[in-house]
């Protein structure tokens, strides 16, 4: 079934090009705003999740160095420059070429110069909606420039698409993006069981509509039928693992070049993750009176947009909620906005909780940057400790 939605969503974004009704949308942006709108959304960042599974992170990635783009740069963003310098040489063709690139600066500064660049490949425009991040919650001049942001939005998308923002489509919108991610909240939550229903690379892979199709309605029985399949391994006491030993927290990016092959192995070992930081990032309702400012709270308060107090707090709760042993954070060497504070983070977190933790370092495309024998010395001198 998530290949089934997987393709209808390829197919409905070559549509949309042809058409001239498709934006190019960050992970993070409100993208029930243009769902609304009737524009269609392409995401690059999953797009480049794809490029790293296919073991070709290297290849295209490269095509954005050859440019001059350092590998220091975001894995994601050069592999979507390098797509849409070399299509023909990329997986699937490369993402369907835009007429609009929206970003929203909640999950990083790098998503604004990585949409500057592929629109001067593209000529299609660029929006940014800023949200400044947060530290002790979100004051009310923050509000209102958040909201004032949407409001140029939906003009924007109106004067490039023709289009308009009729306040009943909105709610619709929203309603179906709620239920899927109530869904999906429940199917992590089932994690909390012992043994979990779940493990990772599962969560990683099955988030994939709700971050790129939220408001549409075949997603939602997408997770309908997710959350039955979840639960009935509850009810019958099958785990994700055949010998559930340990129970860890995953913190960042997956390594998706390598992301079977790591997580199977640690299965292997009786090593499950029951709770990870990356998926339990999409949440939140959009409801109330006031759309605009639901989507705005929302929106500024994804966990990348949050100081380090917040990133330690929401560790240390998936800890104790889910049971867990101990820790991995993955240090991302191109992705610094989510590894960024992480030695502070592993010494805080052991600290409040009592579990032990380790640092691994490494890449989620660009897998000459994984160095496999020094992750694996890492990860055993954290099992011995469990063992």
Avoid at 274 to 282: N, S
């Amino acid at each position: 079934m998530l290949q089934q939605v997987m393709f209808r969503y390829m197919l409905e974004g070559h549509t949309a090009s042809e058409e001239g009704k498709l934006a190019w949308v960050t992970s993070g942006f409100p993208v029930e705003i243009p769902q609304a709108m009737g524009v269609t959304s392409s995401y690059p960042e999953q797009y480049a999740a794809v490029v790293g599974s296919e073991k070709v992170g290297p290849t295209v990635c490269g095509f954005a160095e050859e440019l001059g783009y350092s590998q220091e740069l975001c894995s994601y963003a050069r592999s979507g420059i390098g797509s849409v310098l070399h299509p023909d040489d990329s997986p699937l063709n490369g993402l369907p070429p835009p007429q609009a690139l929206l970003a929203c600066n909640n999950i990083c500064g790098t998503v604004l110069r990585w949409y500057d660049a592929v629109s001067e490949l593209t000529e299609a425009p660029v929006f940014l909606l800023d949200t400044p991040p947060l530290d002790d919650g979100q004051s009310a001049h923050h509000m209102r420039y958040v909201k004032s942001g949407i409001h140029k939005l939906v003009d924007f998308l109106s004067k490039h698409f023709g289009t308009e923002l009729e306040e009943g489509r909105l709610r619709e919108v929203a309603e179906l993006s709620t239920q899927a991610i109530s869904l999906w909240t429940q199917c992590l939550e089932a994690c909390k069981k012992r043994p979990s229903p779940l493990n990772c690379a599962d969560r990683f892979l099955a988030m994939a509509p709700v971050v790129s199709m939220r408001g549409t309605d075949h997603i939602v029985e997408y997770y309908q039928a997710l959350l039955d399949e979840v639960n009935h391994r509850v009810r019958e006491g099958v785990g994700a693992i055949r010998d559930e030993r340990i129970r860890l927290l995953w913190d960042n990016i997956p390594p998706w070049f390598n992301i079977f092959k790591f997580f199977n192995g640690l299965a292997k070992r009786g090593v499950v993750f029951p709770a990870d930081t990356y998926t339990h990032a999409w949440s939140g309702s959009i409801s109330g009176d006031d759309l605009f400012e639901s989507v705005a709270t929302i929106y500024s308060n994804v966990y990348l947009n949050k100081g380090l107090d917040a990133k330690v707090d929401k560790m240390c709760e998936l800890i104790e909620d889910y049971n867990l042993d101990g820790f991995i954070l993955f240090s991302v060497r191109s992705c610094k906005r989510y590894s960024l504070g992480q030695m502070v983070s592993k010494e805080l977190v052991s600290e409040r909780t009592g579990v032990p933790g380790v640092i691994i370092e490494g890449d989620m495309v660009d897998s000459r940057l994984f160095n496999e024998a020094q992750i694996q010395t890492r990860i055993d001198a954290l099992l011995e400790m469990l063992l």
